[in-house]
Structures are given as C-alpha cells and as structure tokens.
C-alpha cells in the first residue's frame, strides 16, 4: 500500500470533517425542530427563534470545525484522496438521521452507504502518494505548467461563454448551465485552496510563506472563484428543485476537480495502470452510492422539513461552505 | 497488474458466459411472447407451445454454449475471479431487455449495471494469479489439507444439522434454512466442479487425468451437491417468493465459494492486503449493483410475465443450470 504520513494525516483529516459536518447537520436540525416547538413558527416559513437556540450554534460551530479540518487535509493529502471523501458527511448524516432524528432510512439507502464506504476504502488504498512541497513558488510552477494553464485557460473561456452567452439564453431551462459554471469554478478554487492551505502549514512549520506573492495571489483567486461559484450556485437553486441540482453539482464537481488535481499535482504520475483504473472505480462507486442515498431519501420523507434536510447535502461542498456562513 | 495468460483466458470465457446467459434469457422469453401470441395461452399457465417455437430452442442453445464457458473458465482463472463475474449477465439481460423487449430499465437500474461494471473491474484487476496445476492429484492434496478439510467437516455436519433439524421444524417460515443448504452445498460443488474441470483441460492437452480415480470422485461430488443444492433450491423456491430467494442465495453462495476457494486453493496468498481488501471491495460493490438492479426490476414491472423474468436471476447460479435443464 506504501500509505505515506502525510496521506494518513490527511485521510484522518478528511474522515473526522465528514464526521463533523454529517453530525452538525442533525444538531442543527434538532435545534431547528427545539426552536420550531419553542415558538410554533417554522424556519422555512420565516422564524428566526432558531437563532435563540444554543443547539442550532453548536451545530454550526461542528460543521466550522467540520469545515476547517477539510480544509487543513488538503494541505496533507492529494485532492484525489480528500475530494471524494466528502461523500462520507452524507453518510455520517443519514445514519445518525436514522437514530437520532428517527427518520427512517430506505434499505436501499442502506445500500448505498455501504457502496459509498466500500469505493473509498478502494479510493484510500490507492491513493497516490504526493511529492513533499518544500514552497509556494513550488506550487506557483505546477500552476503554471503549459497543462495546467491551457486547462485553467478552457475554465475561464468555457465560463466566459457560459456567462455571457448561455445563462441569459438557457440558464433557466437548463440545469447544467449554472451548475457547470459552479463545478468548473469549484475545481480552481479547490486547486488554490490547496495553494492557500499548504502555504499556511509551511508557515506554521517555520517556514514563512507570507512574504511570497505567490500566496496572496492564489487567495486572491480562491476569493474569486468562491464568490462567482456561490452566486451561480444560489442562482442554480433559486431555479431549480435542489434534489435536481445536488447530485448534477457533486458529480461535476467533484470529477473536475480529480482533473485538475491530476493535471497540476501530476497524482497519477508513476502510478501503475491498475491503481488508477481502482481509483477511478472507487470513485464511480461513491458517486453511484451518494446517488442512490440521495434517491432514496425521496421515497420516504413526508414534504415538511423538506429544504431543511436538503439544503445540508449542498452544504457538503466543503470549500464554500466558510464563505456561505460569512456573506 | 501481471495479469496471467491463464487469467485472461478464464476471464474471457467468464464474459463470454456472461453474455451468452444474459442474451439467452431474453431470446427465451421473446419464443415465450411469440408462442403465446400463436397460440393464445401463456406458458405460466400451462400451455407447453414454447416447445415448438425454434427462438426457445436458440435461447436453450445460447444458455447452453454460456454455462459451458462458464465451466471452462474455471478450469483456467481463480474461483475469485470467476464467480463474481457471473453477476454481469443480469446486466446484459436487463440492458437487452431495455432495448429488445422494452421493458424499461429503472433508473436506478441503470445505477446498479454501473455498480456491477466498476466492482468487477476492480475484482478483476486484483484478482490473484493461480499456480499452474498439473496432475488431478495436486488437487486432490489440496482438497485434504487440514484446513479444507475442517471446511468440508463443517460444512457437511451444517448441512446434516440443517437438514435433519431445522428444515422440518422452520425450513417454512425462515427463507435462510433452504437457501442456507443449497449456497454451503453450492461452495463445495464449484470446488469440484473446478477440480473436473481442470482435469478435463490436462487431458485435452495431452496429460490423461480420467485414468485416476481422484477425477471420478471429484465428479462424483460434483452430482451429489449439485442434486441436493436442487432438491432444496426447489423446496426454497415453492416456499418463498423468488424475489426474496434470489438475492439471499446469491450473497450466500458467492461469499461461501470465495471463502471455500480461499481456504482451499490458497488464492490470497502471497498478495499484499491492499489488494485482498480491494477484492473484498469489489465483490461487495458487485452484490449491491445486482440487489439494486434487482430490487428495481420491482419498480416499475407489469405483474404479468413477473414469473418468467424472475426466474432467470435464479439462473445465474451457473454451476447448476445445466443439470437443472437435464433433471
């Protein structure tokens, strides 16, 4: 398996946000219902006594928490590895919905839990390894290797197009437009996070990386892309059913980002053929699971409390969530 | 990967099987449509025109070609190989059925094909590599090493256990008691059915086996389990809805012949746990996209014909239909 330090760091990372954010969702929730019970006003109907409700912060303080330990795992480990762990929450959520919450899970729910467990452990086995980065200037020149250029390049086109041409046209008629906007701006903003988040270790390692303008470059582009993917994605949700919009954005999403990664870390440099055919497996399993979780809430769920429990999938977007809370 | 020239061979012939019973049930049941369009009454119902309608008789014949294939690729690649793959002829038939006879693939359906793809190939890539045999004897010490044997014991005095105790006091309300005899028995008759066939490939290649007695007491315990895996599949089946059967039996059987074919020919030996763990990975993706694909056929069938297509799931237990065909 040759599992390096750093990938472990980063696995443990990745597994106790998913953990974080999948039970921040029921904290909240329940504070949501102990908030609803308290006034009789539903927060989807304009309450805001869920504010008043300590249980509905602690909540959002584990979901930061959440939030901040995905971001340090992107530091430690590749975005092939950390990305489709976020998968993980949805389980951790369903599960403890199922407990604590007692909604009901479907047995095919059940199953897709155990299908999204089984393509990570095959997702972690094979992860590649990545070469230390000693500096920023280091991921500066990944950056701008010809490859990565030409496809952040096609990013800004492709999105130029879709913004200006496509979203007046079509943007209302057609899911992927403003969703294709938010995967393809996600996958940068995943890439600089990582920018970002390596910097900041290096820097609490000793090593400061502050006074490159390299970093503050790549937070000037995580800023950026965070902002232009929260406002398509809040259009997106405006005009579609948010069941429509989340497994489209998290499939987008998440494979754009495995290519960027794989352009600019070079991941799947000096892998062997079978590993990166077990990765891309492994992934494909964890989407169909997350699908089929997704699916199957549907079966089941009386409409009330409907937004509340399907806004939380979107949320596991992890890079936006931060920015989401602070705007 | 270092995949064999034995592996490839066996893997072949597994696809191959796979898609010729997978085709085969749809050719049958489009000589069942035609039969009880020609004649007015529906096989279901007793009408045996089937009989005289040649595209059964092909649908025979391709079920046929595909359960000998199946049989040789034993010969050549790992129980752990093999078995699981069987798996994709039910994708192969749902896919026909989609676009042949119309019946409309689930989406979720669609899902579960996917699912079955990507575990495959994840078995597929790990699959171990099996030593050459060369005598019908090295079989035969492997059978009467203590391990195997203390699976066999078990499995004989559960067997024993099973049939003198429980199924006549619970064998009808508890689905596990049958199906349970006939996927323990199912484990021991694949092994000998790949001893036989491993015998029969030496001969053919010029290194008689059928002089030992070894190979006839193989095939001696090729008709024992495979009569009594029948006699109980049948019990199991005028019991219990063949929905609820079809699955547990199949999850039973595979596990049990993988385990048996673990303990017996040693095929994780030597491979590193990242692969053995891949493997398992894989094997359990496979059985999820077969319940899911199973479970969705539900969805949206008409209750007519429900007999028919059930009844070929069942068929995929390859390893008995041919004596099933000839009892």
Same mark, same amino acid.
């Given at each position: 398996?040759?599992?390096?330090?750093?990938?472990?760091?980063?696995?443990?990372?990745?597994?106790?946000?998913?953990?974080?954010?999948?039970?921040?969702?029921?904290?909240?929730?329940?504070?949501?219902?102990?908030?609803?019970?308290?006034?009789?006003?539903?927060?989807?109907?304009?309450?805001?006594?869920?504010?008043?409700?300590?249980?509905?912060?602690?909540?959002?303080?584990?979901?930061?928490?959440?939030?901040?330990?995905?971001?340090?795992?992107?530091?430690?480990?590749?975005?092939?590895?950390?990305?489709?762990?976020?998968?993980?929450?949805?389980?951790?959520?369903?599960?403890?919905?199922?407990?604590?919450?007692?909604?009901?899970?479907?047995?095919?729910?059940?199953?897709?839990?155990?299908?999204?467990?089984?393509?990570?452990?095959?997702?972690?086995?094979?992860?590649?390894?990545?070469?230390?980065?000693?500096?920023?200037?280091?991921?500066?020149?990944?950056?701008?290797?010809?490859?990565?250029?030409?496809?952040?390049?096609?990013?800004?086109?492709?999105?130029?197009?879709?913004?200006?041409?496509?979203?007046?046209?079509?943007?209302?008629?057609?899911?992927?437009?403003?969703?294709?906007?938010?995967?393809?701006?996600?996958?940068?903003?995943?890439?600089?996070?990582? &920018?970002?988040?390596?910097?900041?270790?290096?820097?609490?390692?000793?090593?400061?990386?502050?006074?490159?303008?390299?970093?503050?470059?790549?937070?000037?582009?995580?800023?950026?892309?965070?902002?232009?993917?929260?406002?398509?994605?809040?259009?997106?949700?405006?005009?579609?059913?948010? &069941?429509?919009?989340?497994?489209?954005?998290?499939?987008?999403?998440?494979?754009?980002?495995?290519?960027?990664?794989?352009?600019?870390?070079?991941?799947?440099?000096?892998?062997?053929?079978?590993?990166?055919?077990?990765?891309?497996?492994?992934?494909?399993?964890?989407?169909?699971?997350?699908?089929?979780?997704?699916?199957?809430?549907?079966?089941?769920?009386?409409?009330?409390?409907?937004?509340?429990?399907?806004?939380?999938?979107?949320?596991?977007?992890?890079?936006?969530?931060?920015?989401?809370?602070?705007?």
């Amino acid at each position: 398996m040759g599992f390096s330090q750093d990938n472990l760091k980063g696995f443990v990372l990745a597994l106790s946000s998913s953990a974080f954010i999948g039970a921040s969702f029921i904290i909240k929730k329940k504070g949501l219902r102990r908030a609803a019970a308290a006034s009789g006003v539903r927060a989807g109907v304009g309450g805001f006594s869920y504010l008043l409700e300590p249980l509905w912060w602690l909540g959002m303080i584990t979901m930061i928490v959440g939030e901040v330990a995905n971001f340090v795992a992107y530091a430690f480990a590749p975005a092939v590895l950390v990305t489709p762990l976020g998968a993980l929450s949805i389980i951790v959520s369903a599960v403890l919905a199922h407990f604590i919450l007692n909604e009901k899970l479907h047995q095919l729910g059940i199953l897709g839990c155990v299908m999204c467990i089984a393509g990570s452990i095959v997702i972690v086995i094979h992860a590649p390894q990545e070469r230390p980065i000693t500096s920023v200037q280091e991921i500066w020149s990944m950056a701008i290797q010809p490859a990565f250029l030409l496809y952040v390049g096609s990013v800004v086109v492709l999105v130029f197009i879709m913004i200006v041409h496509f979203a007046p046209q079509c943007g209302h008629s057609n899911v992927l437009v403003f969703t294709g906007i938010c995967s393809f701006m996600g996958s940068l903003s995943v890439m600089s996070v990582k &920018a970002v988040g390596t910097a900041l270790k290096l820097t609490f390692e000793g090593n400061n990386q502050l006074l490159y303008p390299e970093t503050w470059f790549f937070v000037l582009i995580v800023a950026t892309c965070v902002i232009t993917q929260m406002n398509y994605l809040n259009k997106a949700l405006d005009t579609f059913n948010t &069941a429509v919009v989340s497994p489209i954005y998290y499939v987008m999403f998440t494979s754009l980002t495995i290519l960027a990664s794989v352009i600019m870390f070079k991941d799947w440099d000096g892998q062997n053929v079978g590993s990166i055919i077990s990765e891309i497996c492994g992934f494909i399993v964890v989407l169909s699971g997350t699908i089929l979780l997704h699916t199957t809430r549907d079966f089941e769920r009386s409409s009330s409390f409907r937004g509340a429990m399907f806004r939380p999938f979107l949320f596991d977007f992890h890079q936006i969530i931060l920015i989401n809370f602070v705007l």
